[in-house]
Nanobody, 124 residues
Framework: QVQLVESGGGLVQAGGSLRLSCAAS????????MAWFRQAPGKEREFVAI????????YYADSVKGRFTISRDNDKSTVALQMHTLKPEDTAVYYC?????????????????WGQGTQVTVSS
């Protein structure tokens, strides 16, 4: 069992930065690849970024590549998403998730544990 709690969301102007954090409980944190997803009103939940269990491998959605950075600290059981050059289209609820499946890392159904989400609003 893994419990995830996100923090760090808020309101920021376009071009600004935010850092999201996700704290995990459980002893097996490093065994999970961790990802961030986001969901805007009226839209499906979409993949943002993922990091491997040891932190050496990362993948990003094209829409955030070069602006967002995912990282993790296994000693502290945390995963972070540093967001720069934010755009109004980045406005969404952001969720961290632990991957338990092996089919498709871009699909939310591959993730068995989710946080409650944190709101990010980017004003123009």
């Amino acid at each position: 069992q893994v419990q995830l709690v996100e923090s760090g969301g808020g309101l920021v102007q376009a071009g600004g930065s935010l850092r999201l954090s996700c704290a995990a409980s459980g002893r097996t944190f490093s065994s999970y690849a961790m990802a961030w997803f986001r969901q805007a009103p009226g839209k499906e939940r979409e993949f943002v970024a993922i990091i491997g269990g040891r932190g050496g491998i990362t993948y990003y959605a094209d829409s955030v590549k070069g602006r967002f950075t995912i990282s993790r600290d296994n000693d502290k059981s945390t995963v972070a998403l540093q967001m720069h050059t934010l755009k109004p289209e980045d406005t969404a609820v952001y969720y961290c998730a632990a991957r338990t499946g092996y089919s498709d890392m871009y699909n939310p159904s591959d993730y068995g544990y989710w946080g409650q989400g944190t709101q990010v609003t980017v004003s123009s």
